[in-house]
T-cell receptor, first 116, second 112 residues
Framework: DADVTQTPRNRITKTGKRIMLECSQT?????MYWYRQDPGLGLQLIYY???????NKGEISDGYSVSRQAQAKFSLSLESAIPNQTALYFC???????????????FGPGTRLTVL | QKEVEQNSGPLSVPEGAIASLNCTYS??????FFWYRQYSGKSPELIMF????GDKEDGRFTAQLNKASQYVSLLIRDSQPSDSATYLC????????????FGKGTLLTVNP
């Protein structure tokens, strides 16, 4: 089945470390997103990308950077992790051409990141 | 700031009852609305989307949209314990279809 995968699934790191979270998809979708989810705060958009050359900041991009290495790969980096970046991180994809004109987003399984 | 508001719950219903989940949105330019279900520790999965005023039914689920009142709801008929989850409402934001603003979710518990 076409899918969205994320690695690692769990990560514990220390303050100040550089961390990369990776997302890959076999859906063939052109749009990819990174969200973080904190308990009681819903999903917050960090970055999104429409293709390899198109990267856009979301609501909470400070402290994060991204790279779209290929249509199927979108990585999120924390250059110097801090404890308040402890959260559940989701990658998502969408493509209205593949969804009959709909704009729903399909989510990966998530990465649980803990920064000590 | 475009917002999507939901009651956080928890909403508790007995098995077999109708669960009613509500959502309001602030951006009058929003055209597309989505309901996602999220089990604890898992990723959100799409249940339904709705674009037009009125009702849309899919199995035990009915989504309702009232653009004049900026109100979206999800009804779950014959609720089952397996429906116990957090339900996220989302709306396209800023006039763009490719960005979604999510509510904080409503926790639903269906009691056997």
């Amino acid at each position: 089945d076409a899918d969205v995968t994320q690695t690692p699934r769990n990560r514990i790191t220390k303050t100040g470390k550089r961390i990369m979270l990776e997302c890959s998809q076999t859906k063939g979708h052109d749009r990819m997103y990174w969200y973080r989810q904190d308990p009681g705060l819903g999903l917050q958009l960090i970055y999104y990308s429409f293709d390899v050359k198109d990267i856009n900041k979301g609501e909470i991009s400070d402290g994060y950077s991204v790279s779209r290495q290929a249509q199927a790969k979108f990585s999120l980096s924390l250059e110097s992790a801090i404890p308040n970046q402890t959260a559940l991180y989701f990658c998502a994809t969408s493509d209205p051409r593949a969804s009959g004109g709909n704009y729903e987003q399909f989510f990966g399984p998530g990465t649980r990141l803990t920064v000590l | 700031q475009k917002e999507v508001e939901q009651n956080s719950g928890p909403l508790s219903v007995p098995e077999g009852a109708i669960a009613s989940l509500n959502c309001t949105y602030s951006d009058r330019g929003s055209q597309s609305f989505f309901w996602y279900r999220q089990y604890s520790g898992k990723s959100p999965e799409l249940i339904m989307f709705i674009y037009s005023n009125g009702d849309k039914e899919d199995g035990r689920f009915t989504a309702q949209l009232n653009k004049a009142s900026q109100y979206v709801s999800l009804l779950i008929r014959d609720s089952q314990p397996s429906d116990s989850a957090t339900y996220l409402c989302a709306a396209n934001s800023g006039g763009s279809n490719y960005k979604l603003t999510f509510g904080k979710g409503t926790l639903l518990t269906v009691n056997p």
